[in-house]
């Protein structure tokens, strides 16, 4: 037995039989946990806000959140049963979504009954149907924020059941059910800001029942844990992005348009389709196309008639006999789109070499299917190269339209009938406006970019977002089409919109021009009708696609491309990082390639500094122990240790012993020796000594004098071995475990 | 102190919770998964959970604590049943501040004990860099315990792993059996024959009583007194008186064959075997001796097998001489290698006692030697089999049957009671 220390030391604060109990006492703040999961599913719900408008849904998702979350904490604080919080939560639950939903098919409006269930799927198959149909960000519908609502009372309910049972990891399970809802519907991290509020209140959660520890470590920890999450994933090998399309795929639901911004967005484009062709230009090859505007989005004309014989297609709709045109084919192979229709180009004659059932729809020309996709099909198709004549196009008139393609609905935004008259106004014929309004759109200021309307909220082709595209004028082709669809509809031109893909590059192989089209060739433009022609397609999107021939005019602004033989040059980006709006202009500007070397320069400056960084750490780390020491020399207290210590160090650092039994005077004999003359240091070591052994108003130690020392001690070291005292102090190796000496 | 052997001395471990290997298996098939799916938002949950649970692995040893620990009994050394405050003072050390960690003492015997709660150990200077820590041990049996080492458990923040070190050296608490104040009235002191003794005793207190004799040959020369001489005219050696108590003799049977309950047992230290009955007659002999040598006697205590008891020294040792007599009596343990018995003296005058508890023919016949001619014997019989009694009793000695669950108290009364019939007193 060591029976050495008999004095009995001076309990220090805190110190001593600390007889806390476990912090996990029933009972023991309950209110505040239920208030952490509830604000941790608070956070997770509010990550949706991008796939939904407005705030009224997370409003709603969390207060039936906190009102099962209250219901169980209120009843855990009235009845020590373990049994009845969850059963008493989760009625509660049920009875609230009965009230909020379906409260006059329930007795008492809270007791759901039968009808009260078929309300709820008629309602949830209203929400499923209008998350399918409706693009990101979606309006909520009351059926999607029923399904918010029954997401969140599922998984408070499964939090607090987590909870009771002391398994508060397990929260990560309804959180995560919450979270994978944007991830599911749109790819990319939905939104880097939530996630990180989420994962900081996990942690937090996971802080339950834990034991006190330094506030620091803590803070220090999960600042690492939840940023690493985030940064790390940049180290590891990326994920293969090219199977994520086949997965959620460029596949087009029931309305291309909508998702269109997307799949144009997602990088990594593959090969689409490739075709070759006898026409004379490149061929525009249409999926659907879009009639009816509602205002929030232009949809097809459901409930058309069929035509199931593809070998004879309908004439197509107001051509008239006067119309010159080639007849051409264009053989096509389908690699990787998921959809059913079938790009064709228009006006479609016939198709053969299909496989499966496919039928066509007349007002379009669209073929479709109902079982078979496109996806892997190599057919020919013959149509016709309409070339109408200036003068044919100078007299044409607008008055039979097909029904449906003039309406607009109420409340059209002022600037968009503004903008098209004051641009086709001059104009004398139709399709002299529809000329106006596609150079207006193609020329400066307009700018193409697929991200700028997501950054700035106006993705879509709505009235609204229309209006605020024609004040901004940057988009891309949805907008473009939109607009020009919009505007002609304004001016009295019936229009629609085709979504398909623009001609693609064009390769020379096997002595025949092969055109390659890729997922990113995907394209929205308008068609205009004309009487006696029919619908004519133009390309008010700049930098996109080909304008027709007949779109050309004399006083064309020169930056248009006219000559469609030209390719789109760089179609095909190699890499996600580059900035997807430019990628069918090279820079041209010097200020453009000025900006790109500027980047590039600032990439390699950053990663510079990245690697100073890491190489100046440990210095940085030594510094902050020497101004920590100073530090304590200047306030007093225990200067002489603090000094000696950071004397100690420096020899250390330029790697003589120093071991910690060694008195003051002991070492600086030891040093003068070794340094070949008594200097700074033996001054020191006396200031040392009266400083830890003399009266308490001796003369205080500067931290000028250490530094003299410290100078001395350096300077006596070669220059490798003081650089390796800057970079790699060994003092902090022996800080770091001392016993190794 | 520390015993190499010791199970409890290399236990520093790191070990993920079952939350952390939940964490880490979550986060290996999110990793897992998140390629074939390709999608970046997988990779992030599995980086997270991975950074959880190996982070924690981290952090439990980056801030495993080193400290060292001092251990201190008070009373140093306590009897079975008592109380001893255990006194922990643990040094930081490190070079950082311990966290707040979880303390355990390693305590061979079972003990209502909560873990602790241990404040954060700063560094600076040695009186702050020391926490006191106390509890309280409550042994039931005598013996030598190895008290430690300190346990102290740290689990990260968020609970994914825990490191459990072991702190400091292993002590060795001493537990003596438990000494019953025995009341005057046993069987010797109702013995008749008390003359020799009387004087004896009043010998105890004369330590200047002194007489010369007429000298004789072999006494030595610086023995002589010379101022008597020259008065008697003859050589005069001081007759020093014999101032030796009357003795009292104790036989104890620590032969392992003498006990058919023993069973092997490790909470001692060395494990040794343990039978109830011999714990009997340890108490039993601790008390006894104890009582005979407040009541004057010069104890003796002899053993069947080779000795451990240290005996009671003599009078002018002081009051130690009873407690490394405890002392040595925590650390008695049944022998099974025997040696010769050895022949008792039977010079000196005193009762003998015996307690026994299933002896063979062998030890029993020794017993029966020990005890003086003239002088009173007493047996304290643990379950003995009736043959050997018949012989204890056939040879006069009185004989008192206990049982291991007997209290010392009433075994001493009884052998009073015993005694007073043995003489007809009632």
Not at chain 1, 9 to 19: D, I, S
Not at chain 1, 192 to 202: M, P, R
Not at chain 1, 211 to 221: C, I, P, Q
Request: glycine share 8%; proline share 7%.
């Amino acid at each position: 037995m060591a029976l050495t220390e008999v004095r009995t030391a001076p309990r220090a604060a805190g110190v001593g039989p600390a007889r806390r109990g476990s912090r996990l006492r029933p009972g023991e703040g309950r209110w505040a946990q239920a208030l952490l999961v509830a604000a941790a599913l608070a956070a997770a719900l509010a990550g949706l806000h991008v796939t939904l408008q407005g705030l009224s849904w997370w409003f709603v998702g969390t207060a039936y959140a906190a009102s099962v979350l209250l219901a169980a904490a209120l009843t855990r604080s009235l009845v020590r049963s373990a049994f009845w919080p969850p059963i008493v939560s989760l009625a509660a639950g049920v009875a609230l979504l009965t009230l909020g939903y379906a409260a006059d098919t329930a007795l008492l409006g809270i007791i759901p009954t039968p009808a009260t269930l078929a309300r709820f799927g008629t309602l949830v198959n209203s929400g499923v149907t209008s998350i399918v149909e409706q693009r990101v960000p979606a309006t909520p519908e009351l059926g999607i924020v029923l399904l918010i609502a029954v997401l969140m009372v599922v998984c408070a309910w499964a939090a607090d059941l987590a909870l009771a049972t002391r398994h508060p990891a397990l929260i990560a399970a309804p959180l995560a059910a919450i979270l994978v809802v944007p991830m599911a519907i749109k790819p990319g991290l939905a939104d880097a800001f939530w996630y990180l509020v989420t994962a900081a209140l996990y942690l937090a959660v996971l802080r339950i029942g834990r034991r006190r520890d330094s506030r620091r470590v803590v803070l220090v920890t999960g600042g690492i844990l939840v940023l690493g999450s985030l940064l790390l994933p940049y180290a590891l090998p990326g994920v293969d992005a090219r199977d994520a399309p086949r997965v959620s795929g460029l596949r087009t639901g029931l309305n291309p348009l909508i998702s269109l911004g997307d799949d144009l967005r997602r990088g990594d484009p593959m090969l689409a389709l490739s075709y070759t062709t006898s026409a004379q230009e490149p061929v525009y090859l249409r999926l659907t196309t879009l009639e009816t505007f509602t205002g929030e989005t232009w949809g097809p004309i459901v409930g058309s008639a069929q035509g199931g014989d593809l070998t004879r297609f309908p004439a197509p709709t107001g051509l008239g006999g006067a119309t010159p045109y080639d007849e051409a084919t264009v053989d096509v192979t389908v690699s990787d789109v998921i959809t059913n229709w079938l790009p064709a180009p228009y006006p479609t004659t016939s198709v053969t070499g299909l496989t499966g059932e496919w039928f066509w729809e007349p007002d379009g020309l669209t073929v479709r299917s109902v079982e078979t996709g496109a996806r892997g099909q190599r057919y020919q198709a013959s149509f016709l190269e309409l070339a109408p004549t200036s003068a044919q196009l100078a007299v044409a008139t607008s008055r039979d339209a097909p029904a449906g393609t003039l309406e607009l609905p109420d409340g059209v935004p002022e600037i968009i009938p503004q903008t098209a008259h004051a641009v086709a106004d001059g104009a004398a014929s139709s399709y002299d406006k529809a000329l106006a309004l596609q150079t207006y759109l193609r020329s400066e200021p307009f700018e193409y970019s697929e991200q700028a309307p997501v950054d700035e909220g106006f993705d879509g082709s709505g009235m609204d977002a229309l209006a605020v595209f024609l004040d901004r004028k940057v988009g891309y082709c949805v907008h473009y089409a939109s607009a020009m669809a919009v505007m002609a509809r304004e001016l009295g031109i019936p229009s629609r919109i085709a979504v398909g893909f623009q001609p693609g590059d064009r390769q020379f192989a096997d002595g025949s021009n092969v055109y390659s089209v890729s997922t990113d060739d995907l394209h929205a433009w308008p068609e205009l009708y004309f009487d006696g022609i029919g619908w004519l397609r133009f390309e008010p999107t700049p930098g996109r696609g080909a304008v027709p021939d007949y779109g050309t005019q004399p006083v064309d602004d020169p930056n248009t491309p006219q000559d469609e033989s030209s390719p789109t040059p760089s179609a095909l980006p190699t890499s996600a990082t580059d900035a997807r709006g430019d990628r069918d202009e090279t820079p041209q500007t010097p200020e453009q390639l000025a900006a790109q070397q500027g980047a590039s320069a600032l990439v390699s400056l950053g990663v510079l500094a990245a690697v100073l960084l890491v190489a100046l750490t440990p210095a940085g780390f030594r510094a902050a122990v020497r101004r920590g020491r100073i530090r304590r020399i200047r306030q007093g207290g225990d200067a002489a240790a603090a000094a000696w210590e950071e004397v100690r160090d420096t020899a250390r650092d330029v790697g003589w012993s120093a071991p910690e039994s060694e008195t003051p005077r002991t070492f600086a004999a030891r040093i003068a020796a070794e340094l070949g003359a008594e200097g700074a240091i033996g001054a020191f070591r006396g200031h040392v000594e009266a400083n830890a052994y003399g009266r308490p108003d001796a003369a205080a130690l500067s931290p000028a004098e250490l530094a003299a020392v410290r100078r001395e001690i350096l300077r006596s070291a070669d220059l490798r071995t003081r650089l390796r005292a800057f970079l790699l102090p060994p003092s902090l190796l022996y800080r770091w475990r001392p016993d190794d000496r | 102190m520390s015993e190499p052997t010791s199970s409890l001395r290399r236990s520093r471990s790191i070990r993920l919770t079952v939350r952390g290997w939940a964490t880490l298996v979550v986060g290996v098939s999110l990793l897992v998964l998140a390629y074939p799916v390709g999608r970046r938002e997988l990779l992030v949950a599995a980086v997270l959970a991975l950074l959880l649970s190996l982070g924690g692995l981290l952090v439990a040893r980056v801030r495993r604590p080193k400290l060292e620990v001092i251990r201190l009994f008070s009373p140093p050394v306590v009897s079975a049943g008592g109380v001893a405050q255990v006194t922990l003072r643990a040094r930081n050390a490190g070079s950082v501040t311990t966290p707040t960690l979880l303390w355990n003492d390693a305590i061979p015997w079972r003990e209502r004990q909560q873990p602790n709660e241990l404040a954060p150990i700063r560094i600076g200077s040695a009186a702050a860099r020391t926490a006191v820590l106390h509890y309280e041990v409550h042994p039931r049996r005598r013996g030598l315990f190895p008290i430690g080492p300190l346990v102290v458990e740290y689990t990260d923040p968020f609970g994914m792993a825990r490191s459990v070190s072991a702190c400091g050296d292993v002590d060795r608490l001493t537990v003596v059996p438990a000494v019953v104040d025995l009341p005057d009235g046993g069987p010797v002191l109702v013995d008749g024959d008390g003359a020799a003794q009387l004087i004896q005793r009043r010998a105890v207190g004369n330590d200047d009583d002194l007489t010369t004799r007429e000298y004789r040959a072999g006494d030595a020369l610086r023995r002589v007194h010379w101022r008597a001489s020259a008065r008697h005219g003859e050589l005069m050696v001081r007759q020093e008186e014999h101032r030796s108590h009357p003795d009292a003799r104790i036989v104890i049977d620590t032969r392992l064959t003498g006990y058919p309950d023993a069973f092997p047992d490790s909470e001692s230290w060395p494990p040794a075997p343990h039978s109830d009955r011999f714990e009997w007659a340890v108490r039993m002999l601790a008390s006894l001796a104890v009582h005979l040598d407040d009541s004057g006697f010069r104890v003796d205590v002899v053993e069947s097998a080779t000795g451990q008891v240290e005996q009671i020294g003599e009078r002018w040792e002081g009051g130690q001489r009873i407690e490394s007599f405890l002392t040595s009596l925590a650390a008695v343990r049944l022998l099974d290698r025997h040696h010769e018995l050895v022949g008792a003296s039977a010079d000196a005058a005193g009762p003998t006692f015996a307690i026994l508890a299933d002896p063979d023919a062998e030890v029993v016949d020794w017993v029966l030697r020990q005890r003086r001619p003239g002088q009173s014997g007493a047996v304290f019989a643990v379950g003995m089999r009736g043959e050997s009694r018949e012989r204890f009793v056939d040879n006069g000695w009185l004989c008192i049957d206990v049982r291991s669950d007997d209290d010392i108290l009433d075994a001493w009364r009884a052998s009073a009671t015993e005694a007073g019939y043995l003489r007809g007193a009632y």
